[in-house]
């Protein structure tokens, strides 16, 4: 990720923050409560299983669609996983 300060200077961040780190906790824990594993999930989305290891260990974003479709799948609103 890059973070523009000014014209002239850029600060480079890494991607996983705590605030990304809660989500992802979050996504894992919502698949628990809906009583799903990972390969369950990742036939319902129409992808490997290691998409949804790999989301769930941070490795992967989530855009908003995807997002919703979690929510979906795991009955919950999205904004349980936002804090």
């Known amino acids: 990720m890059i973070i523009w300060i000014d014209d002239d200077s850029i600060m480079t961040r890494s991607i996983r923050t705590k605030e990304y ?3 992802v906790e979050r996504l894992r824990k919502a698949r628990e409560e809906a009583g799903l594993t990972q390969v369950q999930v990742s ?6 299983q290691s998409h949804i ?3 769930e260990s941070g490795q ?3 855009d908003v ?3 919703q479709t979690f929510a979906r799948i795991y009955n919950k609103d999205i904004n349980y996983f936002i804090k």
Do not use: G, T
């Open 65 to 67: 669609v995807e997002l």
């Open 60 to 62: 992967q974003r989530v």
């Open 43 to 48: 036939k319902k989305l129409k992808r490997p």
């Open 53 to 55: 290891s790999n989301v």
């Open 21 to 23: 780190a809660y989500f």
